[in-house]
């Protein structure tokens, strides 16, 4: 008889060790070790990350559905977690490194222009722009920034709208005294006897 224990756990398992991965190699650029083998350091971080993010993409995908542009999409990722997470030293090591460069790049194009043809092709479809693109991240990701973006809107630029009341109700500004409320009939703040 199977346990139920392992397949509760399998998300959260199949989203730290990636995490936890991604930190130790973080760290080992950050080592001594590093430092004095820059360019064996910086070979060693960027198949780890890309390695790390490309076998996540496949955990997490679909059963018989690995798409192509997925898995280019996190080696787009690698690249800039390579650039940006390595130390100094390594990553000078990998700017001095045209084929890896060229390699980064090339994979960042490619998945940058079938994202771009994706979403141009949605919005010709008639698609919003949280749909057009929600065909290239993920839809709950996209969907989110969407509800923070428009409560950004509305509490940044939204101070001179007109109110929106119902028919048959009177607005009133939260800031002023209401006469007809219940408890601004008491006064407030109490009077001292």
């Not at 630029?157 to 219940?182: E, I, K, M, Q, T």
Request: hydrophobic residues 60%.
């Amino acid at each position: 008889m199977q346990s139920v224990r392992p397949a509760r756990w399998r998300p959260i398992v199949v989203l730290l060790a990636p995490l936890l991965v991604l930190v130790l190699a973080r760290a080992m650029t950050h080592s001594d070790w590093a430092a004095a083998n820059a360019s064996l350091a910086a070979l060693l971080f960027a198949w780890l990350v890309a390695d790390t993010l490309g076998l996540l993409v496949l955990a997490k995908a679909p059963r018989d559905r690995h798409g192509l542009r997925a898995l280019l999409g996190a080696l787009t990722l690698a690249s800039l977690v390579i650039l940006v997470g390595a130390s100094a030293p390594v990553r000078a090591a990998l700017l001095a490194m045209p084929p890896l460069l060229v390699a980064m790049a090339a994979i960042s194009a490619l998945w940058l222009g079938w994202s771009a043809a994706r979403f141009v092709a949605a919005r010709r479809d008639g698609a919003d722009l949280e749909a057009g693109f929600a065909t290239i991240l993920l839809a709950r990701l996209v969907h989110a920034m969407a509800r923070e973006a428009a409560a950004m809107r509305l509490a940044l630029f939204g101070w001179g709208l007109a109110p929106d009341v119902p028919a048959g109700a009177s607005a009133h500004a939260y800031h002023r005294y209401l006469p007809n409320c219940a408890s601004a009939r008491r006064r407030w703040p109490a009077e001292p006897a």
